[in-house]
């Protein structure tokens, strides 16, 4: 071949590789596994964050991936339960080799995948689990969303000072590590602002009749009924009190939002104010293009987990970058060193314990299937 032809195929060989990226050709994905509640009592919670997490991932991915490659999702369902999300974590270790883990997000589910992670030295990141202990499982544990103790005190505060709440009963969910923390947090704090607590009730998640402790309520007749749980529950709790009649404003946690709900509740839902990471009212850039994005792809507004499961995403991302190696105690050392990372729910900086210190907002439930912003309290 001549010299001419020679630079000719060259050039346009360099060129091929600067528009592909020759790394990003070359090299093998980065795994990184999800485990979620995508189906069971809680899937919708599971659906939303996974499609939080998949958005991100295909941006990244689209912009180059991370230290030139690609990173691959691979998902495991949990099925809403604690013995399979602890099976998913270590299928995800011992079959696909993965880097790091984003999930689970119900805590009681954490808590039970977590010590497996933790064990084989593999980075696990809760998008959503909020329990205390969650992160207390070893070194190897981190959470992009805000902590219960901080949740709680926002929520009896707000039922104390800014509703006016004097009597306030629970309804918790005692097989719960997630509703009995908000529990005894918002006990506390609600008591010592000087409101008293009326009535301590339970029940078990998977419960169909709460008319027994609907009824009591009715004559207790407490300003403020605080059930920290999920949708599934409070929607037909919400139902079951217009049927007897029980006219008492609920307090519910980030739990509560779900399509499930209104379909499961009806209009009975609505007035429900709930404490959450997300709303799409919420006005910063990275929110806003989030929000825009969302809706093209999906069709349909996010939810707070579908924010918490992008942001989750770019964190891990971020530390992967920082780390430099694709290596799983580099990425934990990475990740322990997260500083001002700019998410959709705010900006995420992990203190000593892997835990970020975040904004709560107040949302009231709304006819339509809508969500309204009542406050956004900043730490
Ligand atoms: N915080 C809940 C838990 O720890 C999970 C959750 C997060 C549910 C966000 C809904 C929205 O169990």
Known sequence: MSKKTFGVLALILLLAIGLVGLPALAAEPIKIGTVLPTTGPIATFGQSTLNGIKMAIE??????????????????????DATETRN??????????????????????????????QSQGVPMVTPGST?????????YIFR???????????????????MKAKRAALLTALSSDYSVGLANVFKAEFTRLGGKIVSEQSYSEGDQDFSAQLTKLRSIKPDVLYIPGYYTEIALIARQARQLGVKIQILGSEGTESPKLFELG?????????????????????????????????????????????????????????AGKVD???????LAKTRNVKVVTGVITLDARRN????????????????????????
Request: aromatic share 6%.
């Open 144 to 162: 992009t969303c805000f902590v219960d103790p901080y949740q709680g005190k926002i929520v009896a505060s707000y039922a104390a000072r800014s």
């Open 266 to 322: 009806g209009d009975a839902v609505e007035g429900i104010l709930f404490s959450t990471h997300y709303s799409a009212e919420v006005k910063n850039p990275i929110a806003q293009r989030f929000l825009k994005n969302f809706k093209e792809k999906y069709g349909q507004d996010p939810e707070a987990l579908s924010a918490l499961g992008y942001d989750a995403a770019l964190v891990v991302a971020d530390a992967v970058k920082r």
């Open 356 to 379: 970020p210190i975040k904004s709560v907002v107040i949302l009231r439930v709304e006819k339509g299937q809508k969500y309204k912003l009542v406050e956004q309290i900043n730490p």
């Open 59 to 80: 941006e990244i991915n689209a912009a180059g991936g991370v230290l030139g490659r690609r990173i691959e999702l691979v998902n495991e369902d949990t099925k809403s």
């Open 131 to 139: 329990n205390e202990k969650v992160t207390e499982v070893g070194d």
């Open 88 to 117: 998913a974590v270590a299928k995800l270790i011992n079959r696909d080799n993965v880097l790091a883990i984003i999930g689970e997000v119900a805590s009681t589910n954490t808590l039970a995948g977590a010590p497996v992670a």
């Open 328 to 334: 799983r105690k580099a990425l934990r050392d990475a």
